[in-house]
């Protein structure tokens, strides 16, 4: 048994002209939740397509779970589970109607589908719901029905692709601690979002841009790597101040959070909050204070993706 | 045995979504009854070069001539010689001829003696059109007898056959059947995987095991049972307004339909397919409806049309089901007298159902 659920190389997409997805190289270990962090249109759902052998590659190799993919897509479905962007269980029938089609089309026998049909509602609250149309479910309630569903069958591997884009933050922390529930019995997830407390939650990430993999590692890493500094920055007129900063040319963004400047500039200053002070102050401008602070997951996202262009 | 478990998994589902789709549901039974109560009436049209075979047993320059006259209005076409009158009504029976002319052997003596009729002409009276234009048949016979009245027996004798009276709920009836079929099955199915495609359900379902033979045979196997219970209806409210008789046996007319059900549904699911979205599927569904409706000998007989016309009614699985169906319910014929059209049904549902697993692809490109 290999140690990696997913192996992916030089993997491309072509759409007519449009080049969604870039020479990928992916490697996913077992037993994690690995992340595709991106923008959309950033080609994290085509490649998730690609991986579970919906779409064929324009180029590239795919190894999922030791099947070679598209070949073999057949054989690895008894073995994944996917839960689409959107909803796409049938909203004219119960919760329990849509969990027995599902079991059915794995054909699971009658004493294992019952078992597990009785685990995933208990497991995602789905008691008091069974009997109700699942197009009538509220957000929440229709994520845990799709999770439900899509792990009826207790696979090895699971692609979730944008899955809380329509929750709200208790569920979305409701439905993490599920997922964990689901590595901790050696399931494998492959996540995509484009949340960046999502991505925080993740083993491993990879960064995509335009359909390229511009960062990876796990997210402690990401942010300890990141080539810039981060200074805050606090003014009477943050809009005037951060468009002047946007100007200076050691200066890579700026961004405002309240009435605070997170300001990202280039990780070869020696003094970073005194360059950033003095340029505020040459201006005539007022400044309260300017201090570093440890970067976030977003700041490497806008670093990767801001570098990626510079070479461009 | 996995393989059976998926299918009846899906058309559960299918029967489930169904029973709750009341639009659907109330398709299934008002088609048929609208159309039923608007095609009630029939349309005359005039006809010419109607398949005939003739019968000349006197075989005189007398008998020559009339034949010959007949020929030249252009209503009929004579394809066939044959020896009696027997020969004359099977080819009529297997919808071969529309028209036999009888000529007995006493033709010329027949022809001087006023009081009696000398020939005759045997009329496929499952086609009303095809009865009045033999009525204008009679009318040139007329001529070869000189008589200074008109108050003397026809020099023809019109028989017609299989539908004396002439009424044309009789022949329309039998054709309804198809046409409401062809309308409601392809319709249905046209729209079943494409509904999914937008919904989003197609990804779910091709992200799992069920497989595309598997996936299209659950599809239309509820439709199937629709399509009979479709059937039952037209011919119970045939029967109750309009007394349609029933010549043939009633298990054949079930058969016939069947294999006809399940050639349009293997369309429908075909015209799924190609489109991607439910109004391209309805647009692609009557852009075959119209022709089957107005080609298929329907509504006007498949003698007349032109060859280009015919051409395309060929390859309309109504048109076939029109000959078998007149045949089995207004002529009486058996299925083995009707086995080339059958076969021709059969051969659409292997070629389109391959079709239709072919172009469906469990891909997303």
Redesign the interface.
């Known amino acids: 048994m290999t140690e990696l659920a997913i192996r992916a190389q030089k993997l491309d997409k072509w759409f007519g002209k449009v080049h969604a997805v870039r020479s990928l190289d992916l490697e996913v270990p077992r037993s994690r939740i690995y992340g595709f962090l991106g923008p959309n249109g950033s080609g994290k759902t085509t490649a998730i397509r690609m991986l579970c052998g919906l779409l064929t590659p324009s180029g590239g190799d795919i190894d999922v779970l030791g099947y070679p993919i598209p070949e073999e897509a057949e054989a690895l479905r008894l073995k994944v589970g996917y839960m689409t962007q959107k909803f796409s269980l049938f909203g004219d029938l119960t919760v329990d109607e849509n969990l027995q089609f599902m079991a059915d089309i794995y054909t699971l026998d009658r004493k294992l589908k019952a078992q597990r049909i009785g685990l995933v509602i208990e497991r995602y609250g789905l008691g008091k719901l069974v009997k109700q149309r699942a197009g009538t479910l509220s957000g929440g309630q229709k994520q845990r029905l799709a999770l439900a569903a899509s792990t009826l069958h207790d696979p090895e591997l699971l692609f979730l692709d944008e899955p809380t884009s329509a929750v709200d933050p208790e569920n979305r922390r409701s439905f993490w601690e599920a997922l964990f529930d689901l590595v901790a019995e050696g399931t494998t997830i492959l996540v995509s979002t484009h949340y960046m407390d999502e991505a925080e939650r993740c083993h491993a990430l990879a960064i995509l841009d335009e359909g390229t993999l511009v960062a990876e590692g796990s997210p402690e890493e990401l942010q300890q790597g990141i080539d810039a500094s981060i200074v805050l920055v606090e003014s009477d007129q943050p809009r005037r101040v951060g468009k002047m900063l946007e100007q200076q040319p050691f200066v890579h963004s700026s961004a405002q959070v309240g009435n605070v400047l997170r300001v990202m500039v280039a990780s070869d200053l020696e003094s970073p909050e005194k360059a950033v002070a003095e340029a505020i102050t040459n201006q005539g401008l007022h400044l309260d204070y300017s201090r570093v602070a440890k970067p976030a997951l977003e700041d490497v996202f806008v670093a990767a993706t801001r570098a990626k262009k510079g070479k461009a | 045995m996995?393989s059976v478990?998926?299918i009846?998994?899906?058309v559960?589902?299918e029967v489930?979504?169904l029973r709750?789709?009341r639009l659907t549901f109330g398709m299934i039974v008002g088609i048929p009854v609208i159309q039923l109560l608007m095609f009630g009436y029939a349309i005359n049209m005039d006809v010419r070069n109607l398949d005939a075979a003739v019968a000349d047993l006197s075989s005189t320059s007398a008998s020559r001539q009339v034949v010959m006259d007949m020929a030249h209005t252009q209503i009929i076409n004579v394809i066939r010689q044959v020896d009696s009158a027997d020969e004359l009504e099977h080819l009529m029976r297997q919808g071969r001829i529309s028209v036999g002319i009888y000529i007995p052997p006493d033709f010329d003596r027949r022809l001087q003696q006023a009081d009696r009729s000398a020939m005759q002409l045997l009329v496929d009276g499952s086609d009303t059109v095809v009865q009045g234009a033999a009525a204008q048949l009679a009318q040139v016979t007329q001529q070869s007898r000189t008589s200074p009245y008109n108050d003397r027996p026809p020099v023809m004798e019109l028989r017609t056959y299989y539908n004396p009276e002439r009424r044309s709920p009789v022949n329309t009836v039998p054709g309804l059947i198809g046409v409401i079929l062809t309308m409601t099955m392809i319709l249905f199915t046209a729209v079943a995987i494409v509904r999914e495609r937008e919904?989003?359900?197609l990804?779910?379902?091709?992200?799992?095991?069920?497989?595309t033979p598997e996936l299209m045979l659950a599809k239309i196997t509820p439709y199937v049972f629709i399509g009979l219970i479709q059937v039952s209806l037209v011919l119970l409210l045939g029967q109750f307004l309009f007394k349609v008789p029933m010549a043939g046996s009633l298990l054949d007319t079930y058969i016939i339909t069947l294999v006809f059900i399940v050639a349009n549904l293997a369309l429908g699911l075909l015209i799924s397919t190609l489109v991607h979205t439910q109004f391209q599927a309805m647009q692609l569904s009557f852009f075959v409806l119209l022709p089957s409706i107005l080609l298929s000998g329907f509504m006007f007989p498949f003698a007349g049309m032109p060859r280009p016309a015919q051409i395309i009614a060929e390859a309309l699985p109504l048109t076939h089901f029109i000959r078998l169906i007149r045949g089995v319910m207004l002529r009486g014929a058996s299925l083995q007298e009707l086995s080339g059209e059958l076969l021709i049904l059969c051969g659409f549902i292997v070629a389109l159902m391959a079709l239709a697993i072919l172009r469906f692809s469990?891909?997303?490109?």
């Open positions: 996995k478990q998926r009846l998994a899906v559960r589902k489930r979504q709750r789709d919904r989003g359900n990804e779910l379902l091709i992200t799992t095991p069920v497989r469990k891909r997303l490109d």
